[in-house]
């Protein structure tokens, strides 16, 4: 089993930064993909972003260029850096992973883009 939380969502400008991370409560080592979803209200939930245990990552085609994705297996960790935000980044934003066979999601981190 494995809890994930989220935290470094908040309120800010277009244009502005924030830094996601997502602690898991055991090693992440052994753990393939780490993805990062989004869902905005009214909106289906999207793949945001997502990492292998390689370091190999892939973007929805929205945030390429904007948002950076990385992991700390030290920290338990994985992190979604995104810069240049805009209004339409809006969402709660959620960690995933998959962990023998399972589906495994934290509880959200608000992201509000303000125009």
């Known amino acids: 089993q494995v809890q994930l939380v989220e935290s470094g969502g908040g309120l800010v400008q277009a244009g502005g930064s924030l830094r996601l991370s997502c602690l898991a409560s055991r090693s992440i080592f052994s753990i393939n993909f780490m993805d990062w979803y989004r869902q905005a209200p009214g909106k289906q939930r999207e793949l945001v972003a997502g990492?292998?245990?390689?370091?190999?990552?892939n973007y929805v085609d929205s945030v390429k260029g904007r948002f950076t994705i990385s992991r700390d297996n030290a920290k338990n960790t994985v992190y979604l850096q995104m810069n240049s935000l805009k209004p339409e980044d809006t969402a709660v934003y959620y960690c995933?992973?998959?962990?023998?066979?399972?589906?495994?999601w934290g509880q959200g981190t608000q992201v509000t883009v303000s125009s």
């Open positions: 995933k992973v998959v962990f023998r066979g399972i589906d495994y």
């Open positions: 990492i292998s245990s390689g370091g190999s990552t």
